[in-house]
Structures are given as C-alpha cells and as structure tokens.
C-alpha cells in the first residue's frame, strides 16, 4: 500500500510526510526542498478491533486465560506482530507514504522534475494532494502573504497534469489500435491500453472501467474504431480515477481558512475526502512523542505528559504542546483521519490475519496473530495467499476460516476480520 503525498511546492508535503512518518526530513520555506522523494512509513490503527480481542474473550471464557490487569502495559492486546504494535487492540499496520516532490506547469512535458514526479506518483494507489487553505503561497510555491492561490484551481491543474501524462502514454499507437478495432474487435484497443498502461499499474479492471465510462458519458462513441482525440483525453481521465484517486489534506488550517466548497463538492463527487489539517502541529507533537516526552498515539491529538517530560520540560513548554493539541479540533481526525479514510474508505481495504495454526490463531512458531494484512475488497483466499507469499499462493490446496472451522475454497471473498488458515503444498 502506497501512498503518494503530492502537490504545489511549499504546502508541507514533507511537514507531513515528517509528522506522520517520524523521518526527519529537510523543511524549508523556499521552492524544491526535496530533491529525491522520501519513502516512509506511517503506521496507521486499524478502525476495527485487533482479532486479538476476540481470541482473549475465547481463552478467558474458557478459563484458560485470566483478565488483563491494571498495570498490563499492553492492555490486554496478546497478539505479537511481525511488526507494528497493539495496544488495547488498536492494532497499527504499516502504510508506505511517498513525498513526491516536483509538480509544476508542464510536469508532463518533463518540467522541472516532472518525469521524476510521475514516475514516483506511478507507483502509488491513491493520492493525497496537500493544499495550503491559506494561500499564503502562489503556484509555484513563492511565499505571497495570504489569499495567493485557490486550491481548487491547484487541485484541477494536478488533475490535467496526470491526465495529459495518461493521455501523452497513450497517443503514439492510437490511431493504429483503434483500426485494429475493425479487424480484431474491440479488445484490440483494451489489450493496447493494457500493454501501454501497465507500467503505471493499470489492470484490466481499470481499464474496463474507463472504456465502459466513456462510452456512457459521451454519446456517439459506441465503436472504438472511430475514437479519436477526444475520446483519447476522456479516458484518460476516466483511468486517472480509476487508477489514482485523490484525497485532500487542507493544509495550513492554523493560519486563516479560507472557503473549499467548492473543491470538497468536487472531490466527494469521485469518493475521495477533504480533511482541515496542520502538518506543522502535528509534527510538534510527533517530535515530542519521538523524544519520548509525551505519551501519545499515532493520530491522537489527546496526550499524556510523561515522567520524562515532566522532568525534563519547563512549564511553558508543557503549556505549549497543551495549546497546540487543543488547537487540533477540526473534524476529520488530521492526517492520520484523513489517510485512514483514504485506505478503508477510498481504497476500501479490508484487514485479514493469515495464520498457520487455526486453534491457537498462531504462525508456526507459536507467534499470535503475527500479521495483519491489508488486500483490495473482493480478494479471495487464494489472492490472500499470493499477498502472503508467491509460493503460498502457487501451492494453494485449501483455506480454513480459524473462526468457525469451515473449509472456504480458493474463490472464497476475505471479509473484514477474517482469521485464515492457508493450506499450501509448500
Ligand atoms: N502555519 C503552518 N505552516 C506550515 C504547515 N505545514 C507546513 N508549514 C510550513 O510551510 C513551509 C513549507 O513546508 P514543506 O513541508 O517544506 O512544504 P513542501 O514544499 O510542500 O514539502 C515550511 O515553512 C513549513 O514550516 C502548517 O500546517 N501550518
Ligand atoms: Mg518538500
């Protein structure tokens, strides 16, 4: 799961990538800041609870386990992932965010850094563009003061840049794959575009879902044989949805907010999400935590002092990491609000717990619920042992779902919360 972080210079992609990433990146108030993208990490809750739960009411109710105590640092989570953490069965899994730097007018046509940013942004499932509701910046991210941008215009030139770029992959054999169509029929084209596409991660199904789009949106383009540039622009704005749908973090809130209607109307409409958000607040107190001086979860503005902090920090420090944090009231949840809703709602990920042994819920070392793995809606088991690994998933016999016991075949849907044992010859 990847996500890039894009937009105009100097709107705190890398603030954000640094608060949510706990990286220490350069962030400066000048223009290309960053020069190679950073690539991190950010470990987001789960919004259900850890399967862990349910496996501790089972031992408890079977007098095998006893309820977890006062001073149980872990609050009663008994998972022991791989990686991550769980504490009161909020169970964090990584999610891989990308500051992609570089997007300017004519990035398509190779400006500025423009083939570095759409190579970066081609390996990535959705996007989260950064827009500074200040406007304190002009386009190309010189500082102006206030009111210097609207995002809306800035959210519209991100999406003709990427569609320019589809459309600009696509244009070389166009001609010649739409007269196939007349020979060969209509997966001619589809087959051309897939051959074309791929490297940018299309599949055939979004694919299907552009051409099928444009056929309903624009009348009269029924045979592919006759499409010609405008149809070419069309789907490639019907793939650009499809293949990188774009979330907004609304950056900056802590300077004055100006209206995003009009832009939140926009981006609702194609299932994404608009969140009020300071970067700039958020890393404060990312640092703090990091530093271990307060206690604080990923995404949580609410935060303890700890004994360090309270040894360590002076009253006005103290009072300051106070203010910011009551500063953080906007609906949405911040950053970690916003990329939650990008990965279960947007991208809409479902949570499966892969195990080994279907009683004790464990690897085969003995390790409780070891891994908790995100997989596209409609996967099915076999698709879920190829997430796990190739040769899993190559050997496939059989699933069993650990809850109930039952034997599910290869075509099986993983919903939410599955706990799966994978019968594999390997
Ligand atoms: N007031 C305010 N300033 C911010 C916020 N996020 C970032 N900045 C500032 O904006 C400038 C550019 O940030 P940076 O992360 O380097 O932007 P990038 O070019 O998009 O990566 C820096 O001076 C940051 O401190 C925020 O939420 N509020
Ligand atoms: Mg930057």
Redesign the pocket.
């Known amino acids: 799961m990847r996500i890039g ?1 894009v ?12 608060a949510m990433t706990q990286t220490p ?10 020069i190679d993208p950073n690539v991190g990490v950010a470990w987001l809750p789960l919004p259900s609870k850890c399967a862990c739960s349910e496996l501790r009411k089972r031992k408890e109710d079977a007098g095998r386990l006893e309820p977890a105590n006062e001073d149980d640092t872990r609050k009663g989570s008994i998972c022991e992932p791989n990686s991550g953490s769980c504490v009161e069965f909020r169970r964090l899994v990584p999610v891989t965010l990308i ?1 992609v ?1 570089g997007l300017v007018p004519g990035a398509h046509e190779g400006k500025g850094r423009g083939n570095q940013f759409l190579s970066d942004l081609a390996r990535c499932d959705a996007l989260i563009q ?1 827009v ?1 509701v ?1 406007g ?2 002009d386009l190309e ?1 010189n500082p102006v003061g206030t009111g210097g941008s609207e995002p809306i215009e800035e959210h519209r030139f991100l999406v003709s840049e990427i569609e320019a770029w589809i459309a600009g992959i696509l244009r070389g054999g166009w001609s010649r794959a739409t007269r196939k169509v007349q020979a060969e029929g209509e997966k001619a084209l589809s087959e051309y575009i897939h051959t074309q596409l791929t490297g940018i991660g299309a599949t055939e199904s979004h694919i299907n879902t552009g051409i099928a789009a444009v056929r309903t949106r624009h009348p009269g383009s029924e045979s592919a044989s006759q499409w010609g540039d405008s149809e070419l622009m069309a789907l490639s704005s019907e793939i650009r949805r499809a293949l990188f749908p774009i979330s907004i973090a609304a ?5 004055q907010v100006h209206r995003c209607n009009e832009l939140k109307t926009e981006i609702e409409a194609s299932g994404g999400k608009v969140v009020l ?7 404060a107190l990312s640092r703090a935590s990091a530093a271990g001086m307060i206690e604080r979860r990923p995404g949580d503005s609410k935060f303890d002092i700890s004994q360090k902090g309270e040894e360590t920090m002076n009253e006005q420090q103290r009072k300051a990491l106070h203010s910011i944090s009551e500063s953080l009231t906007w609906e949405g949840g911040g950053l970690f609000g916003l990329l939650s809703e990008v990965v279960f709602g947007t991208l809409s990920r479902k949570v499966a717990y892969p195990v080994q042994d279907e009683t004790h819920w464990a690897d085969g070392d003995g390790n409780t619920l070891p891994d908790a793995i995100l997989v596209p809606s409609g996967t099915t088991a076999k698709g879920l042992a190829f997430h796990v690994h190739t040769d899993l998933g190559q050997g496939f016999i059989r699933a069993v779902d650990a809850r109930t016991g039952r034997i599910i075949g290869s075509e099986y849907e993983i919903m939410d919360n599955d706990v799966i044992r994978i019968h594999s010859k390997s």
């Open positions: 972080l937009g105009k210079p100097n709107v705190g992609k890398s603030t954000i990538f640094s990146v350069e962030i400066a108030n000048y223009p290309f800041t960053t500051d730097a950064v500074d200040s304190s910046t991210g950056n900056k809130a802590d300077n958000t300071s970067a700039e607040a958020e890393l």
